[in-house]
């Protein structure tokens, strides 16, 4: 299957996921939702909710195989970071 090219710029992409999240999504999660993964389609505003992207995306797909996936992890602020978890102080003499 070839890749599929985005519909809108990343800036349009990420405004639109997260406008979709925020008012259609997240008013609807339970408490034990925190920490999970959804994935949302901003083309049709579907979504699905699981603990890991892989998961959450496939099913997605299933349903909407040309979706345009923007992935939201309840409760933060980004699915996942890079670099250190800490920053370290330099040591003084």
Same mark, same amino acid.
């Given at each position: 299957?070839a890749?599929?090219?985005?519909?809108?710029?990343k800036?349009?992409?990420?405004?639109?996921? *997260? #406008? =979709?999240?925020?008012?259609?999504?997240?008013?609807?999660?339970? +408490?034990?939702?925190?920490?999970? !993964? $959804?994935?949302?389609?901003?083309?049709?505003?579907?979504?699905?909710?699981?603990? *890991? #992207? =892989?998961?959450?995306?496939?099913?997605?797909?299933?349903?909407? +195989?040309r979706?345009?996936?923007? !992935? $939201?992890?309840?409760?933060?602020?980004?699915?996942?970071?890079?670099?250190?978890?800490?920053?370290?102080?330099?040591?003084?003499?």
């Open positions: 299957m890749a599929l090219k985005p519909q809108y710029s800036e349009e992409f990420a405004r639109l996921g *997260d #406008e =979709i999240y925020r008012r259609d999504i997240y008013p609807q999660l339970q +408490p034990d939702s925190e920490g999970k !993964i $959804v994935a949302i389609d901003i083309t049709t505003g579907a979504w699905e909710i699981d603990n *890991d #992207e =892989i998961s959450v995306c496939t099913r997605l797909e299933k349903g909407y +195989p979706a345009q996936i923007w !992935i $939201v992890k309840v409760g933060s602020g980004y699915v996942r970071r890079f670099g250190a978890s800490r920053t370290q102080k330099a040591k003084t003499r």
